[in-house]
């Protein structure tokens, strides 16, 4: 069973997270359950729960 990452119940996760690779903030894409870093052009995956902040299993935005 999947859980699904609940940022509306803890919005200061949101802000405590980082980018592993640039240090900046990260946003929240509800749709594909994933976190965004608009400035290293990455997104990070969302897996029961659990935001996986590693570089090999980010998904480049750009294609």
Do not use: H, N, W
């Not at 980018?19 to 994933?34: F, H, K, V």
């Not at 976190?35 to 480049?60: C, H, M, N, V, W």
């Amino acid at each position: 069973m999947t859980k699904s990452f609940r940022i509306t119940a803890s919005p200061k996760l949101l802000e405590t997270l980082v980018c592993p690779i640039t240090r900046t903030t990260l946003s929240y894409d509800a749709g594909t359950q994933e976190l965004i870093s608009e400035k290293a052009g990455l997104a990070f995956p969302i897996r029961d729960g659990i935001p996986i902040l590693l570089e090999g299993e980010a998904r480049d935005l750009e294609g």
